[in-house]
Structure formats: C-alpha cells, structure tokens
C-alpha cells in the first residue's frame, strides 16, 4: 500500500468516526426530546382538562367502523346492532308518552298529510283495504315496516327508537281519525 492510500485510508476512516458519532448524538438528542415533550402531552394541564384532551385524541383514531366476516362476523355485526339499537331505545322519543296525536304530529303527518312515498292519507277510502287486513297486521308493518304496491312505509315510521307500544298507538289513533 502506497503512502497516499495510507493517507486516504486514515481521512476516510476518521470521517466514517466523526458521522457515526454525530448519529449516536442525534439519536440521543431525539430521546431526549421525545421523553420531554411527546410521551404525555398532557403533561402540565389540570386532570380534568388532561382527560378531555386524551379522550379527544383516542376518538380522533377510533375506527370508524368494522369488518364482518363468516359466522363469527354474523354474531359480531347482530351484538352490534342491538348494542345500537339498545343505545336508541334510551332516548325513546316523546318521553316514553304514549299518545297518538302527539306522536302523529311530530312524525308520521310529514308523510300522512302530504302523501309523500305513495303514503294513505287520513281519508277512509285509503284506508279500507288495509283495515280489512286488521289492526294486527297493520301495527306489524308499521313496526317492521312494509313496502306495497302503492309506497313504502319504512319501519317505525323512520324513527328506529319508537317504542312497540308507541307505533301501536300511532296506528289506532289514525284509524280512528279517519273520515
């Protein structure tokens, strides 16, 4: 080995030192930095304040919904619906109060009143059919909800948090207003 390459060698080798050196200060520099500031970001807010912000945080990368698959996907999507379902029925609308009127005013007269959907309007001719069908089968598909030839009525008139007894009302309140 000639003395230039001697000489290039120990330059080179002192670089490949010196740069190995500044990233083992750059790697500790950043740990520093992440255990002081970004570990809790919290850290110095009130409790209270703390909570609300992680809170915030955790609701900012929650899914936003899921996947299923197969019969275990089946089970998961039905838990899920009656947990939803069960959610709804808390706020039952109305206060739970189970008056006809009431309930027709704020719900089922949008459609009702206008015959909006091929919905029957409060007339005893658009009623007959469905009446000769019985009060039964008429409660039944205003809770499930139905689709004839005439429209559709969608189930609990498209408020899903309708108690059974409350759609019943609704129903028997109607047919009694009929002229």
């Given at each position: 080995?000639?003395?230039?390459?001697?000489?290039?060698?120990?330059?080179?080798?002192?670089?490949?030192?010196?740069?190995?050196?500044?990233?083992?200060?750059?790697?500790?520099?950043?740990?520093?930095?992440?255990?002081?500031?970004?570990?809790?970001?919290?850290?110095?807010?009130?409790?209270?304040?703390?909570?609300?912000?992680?809170?915030?945080?955790?609701?900012?990368?929650?899914?936003?919904?899921?996947?299923?698959?197969?019969?275990?996907?089946?089970?998961?999507?039905?838990?899920?619906?009656?947990?939803?379902?069960?959610?709804?029925?808390?706020?039952?609308?109305?206060?739970?109060?189970?008056?006809?009127?009431?309930?027709?005013?704020?719900?089922?007269?949008?459609?009702?009143?206008?015959?909006?959907?091929?919905?029957?309007?409060?007339?005893?001719?658009?009623?007959?059919?469905?009446?000769?069908?019985?009060?039964?089968?008429?409660v039944r598909h205003a809770i499930e909800?139905?689709?004839?030839?005439?429209?559709?009525?969608?189930?609990?008139?498209?408020?899903?948090?309708?108690?059974?007894?409350?759609?019943?009302?609704?129903?028997?309140?109607?047919?009694?207003?009929?002229?």
């Amino acid at each position: 080995m000639s003395k230039t390459d001697g000489v290039f060698l120990k330059h080179f080798l002192q670089i490949i030192a010196l740069l190995v050196v500044i990233t083992v200060a750059l790697i500790v520099y950043a740990h520093i930095i992440n255990e002081r500031f970004y570990n809790d970001p919290t850290k110095g807010m009130g409790d209270e304040r703390a909570k609300v912000e992680r809170d915030r945080a955790i609701a900012t990368i929650a899914p936003v919904g899921g996947v299923y698959a197969g019969a275990t996907g089946l089970a998961a999507k039905a838990a899920a619906d009656a947990a939803a379902l069960a959610e709804l029925k808390k706020n039952v609308p109305y206060g739970g109060r189970e008056d006809g009127a009431e309930i027709y005013g704020g719900l089922c007269k949008a459609c009702h009143d206008t015959g909006a959907g091929g919905s029957p309007l409060l007339l005893k001719s658009a009623w007959t059919a469905r009446i000769a069908q019985g009060e039964e089968t008429m409660v039944r598909h205003a809770i499930e909800g139905f689709q004839g030839g005439a429209g559709v009525m969608p189930a609990r008139g498209g408020n899903p948090a309708l108690t059974d007894a409350q759609v019943a009302v609704s129903v028997r309140w109607m047919v009694s207003q009929l002229k």
